[in-house]
T-cell receptor, first 120, second 115 residues
């Protein structure tokens, strides 16, 4: 079974600064997807960024980027130019590439989450 | 369509009562997932539907839990004889083969409090 670990229960950053959230995972699979989700205080989960394990290039979405180290099974999220609206709980998640057509059926395995506070 | 909807948003019940939650996925999505999230933790997978077929259930889904998706559209999650340990946020997500990497879109959740 896959596991996802987020070792930082809480992080804080000053507005306009950069912060990095850590995530490690354990799997015996070679092909999979990794995600970072944001859950604001309103509690609706929003996808921030995704990474396909077969791609060596790190994913980037505007101010959000990842550092994907497949051999180390590490998947960190960097938020640049932090904004007050970035304050939320962030979850790292794993999904097998077998997807909904395979035995994993596309379920997500989440880490414990990191609460990000942004100070003005 | 504005996204995945869940009702009710909040439910308070007494221990031993039965409760039922509803999830309406995005209309063209044939895949539907239920997750449970306890306070301060990440969501945990409960069960998965492809159309009306329930294809996977987690060991977390005890005999007191049952989920249905009778016509492959909305889904219901019922908890019988609720216990205080059932208090959690119940999240529903949907996806379809047409979305990039089968991305799952989440609903706002139903927060259950068992007194």
């Amino acid at each position: 079974a896959q596991t996802v670990t987020q070792s930082q229960p809480e992080m804080s950053v000053q507005e306009a600064e950069t912060v990095t959230l850590s995530c490690t995972y354990d799997t015996s699979e070679s092909d999979y997807y990794l995600f970072w989700y944001k859950q604001p205080p309103s509690r609706q989960m929003i996808l921030v960024i995704r990474q396909e394990a077969y791609k060596q290039q790190n994913a980037t979405e505007n101010r959000f980027s990842v550092n994907f180290q497949k051999a180390a099974k590490s998947f960190s999220l960097k938020i640049s130019d932090s904004q007050l609206g970035d304050a939320a709980m962030y979850f790292c998640a794993y999904r097998s590439a077998a997807g909904a057509g395979g035995t994993s059926y596309g379920k997500l395995t989440f880490g414990q989450g990191t609460i990000l506070t942004v100070h003005p | 369509d504005t996204g995945v909807s869940q009702n009710p948003r909040h439910k308070i019940t007494k221990r031993g009562q039965n409760v039922t939650f509803r999830c309406d996925p995005i209309s063209e999505h044939n895949r539907l997932y239920w997750y449970r999230q306890t306070l301060g933790q990440g969501p945990e997978f409960l069960t998965y539907f492809q159309n009306e077929a329930q294809l996977e259930k987690s060991r977390l889904l005890s005999d007191r839990f049952s989920a249905e998706r009778p016509k492959g559209s909305f889904s219901t999650l019922e908890i019988q004889r609720t216990e205080q340990g059932d208090s959690a946020m119940y999240l529903c997500a949907s996806s379809t083969r047409g979305t990039v990497n089968n991305e799952q879109f989440f609903g706002p959740g139903t927060r259950l409090t068992v007194l």
